[in-house]
């Protein structure tokens, strides 16, 4: 069974441009969930959808968006760049919603870098 | 304020040692997570807790929910055990995720 696959795994964007992630979840999982991994933050919980409908956000601005396609694969999109959303985005996903707990199963991130 | 804090921050062992690790937090949770990442970024998740205790291998799981604490143990600790242990919990109602910031394990050979 494949994992979880983040693309792309590296990504350098200048100040001011936008960003897109993307994540596949493992086959069945239909809850993906985003965090933002920074040295000065640690982990911090983005946002979570579940059949297409955001279910939980964090505490970011909103030039952090995402959405959830009918294959469950998800997007992350970071508009108007600024220099500290330099990070490592992960993605996670788990076969079953927020209100049901269920392990979560993390890809290996993609790491942004803004110039 | 951190709703999660995690103790120690670091820690060196020699191979072998029993190894603990702990996690208060201040919120209502419906679970708590033990997460592994290695250098390079993976994270793999270790454990899923809602009470009492989970065993898997050489590592071992407790909470209390009552007194908002968790506790990681590894038994005969090896090298391969070297990488940052982060205690993750989904708040009760809001099922906002809240990390801790770490714990960072090194095994000596």
């Known amino acids: 069974k494949a994992g979880v696959t983040q693309t792309p795994r590296y990504l350098i964007k200048t100040r001011g441009q936008q960003v897109t992630l993307s994540c596949s979840p493992i086959?069945?999982?239909?809850?993906v969930s985003w965090y933002q991994q920074t040295p000065g933050q640690g982990l911090q919980f983005l946002f979570e959808y579940f059949s297409e409908t955001q279910r939980n956000k964090g505490n970011f601005p909103g030039r952090f968006s995402g959405r959830q396609f009918s294959n469950s694969r998800s997007e992350m999109n970071v508009s108007t760049l600024e220099l500290g959303d330099s990070a490592l985005y992960l993605c996670?996903?788990?076969?079953?919603?927020?209100?049901?707990?269920?392990?979560?199963?993390f890809g290996n991130g993609t790491r942004l870098t803004v110039t | 304020k951190n709703e999660v804090e995690q103790s120690p921050q670091n820690l060196t062992a020699q191979e072998g040692e029993f190894i603990t690790i702990n996690c208060s937090y201040s919120?209502?949770?419906?679970?708590l997570h033990w997460l592994q990442q290695h250098p390079g970024g993976g994270i793999v998740s270790l454990f899923m807790l809602s009470s009492g205790k989970k065993k898997h291998g050489r590592l071992i799981a407790t909470i209390n929910i009552q007194e908002k604490h968790s506790s990681l143990h590894i038994t005969a600790s090896h090298p391969r055990d070297s990488a940052v242990y982060i205690c993750a919990v989904r708040r009760m109602g809001g099922n906002q995720f809240y990390f801790g910031t770490g714990t960072s394990l090194t095994v000596i050979p």
């Open positions: 919120v209502g949770i419906s679970a």
């Open positions: 086959s069945g999982h239909r809850s």
């Open positions: 996670a996903s788990s076969f079953l919603t927020v209100t049901n707990n269920s392990p979560l199963h």
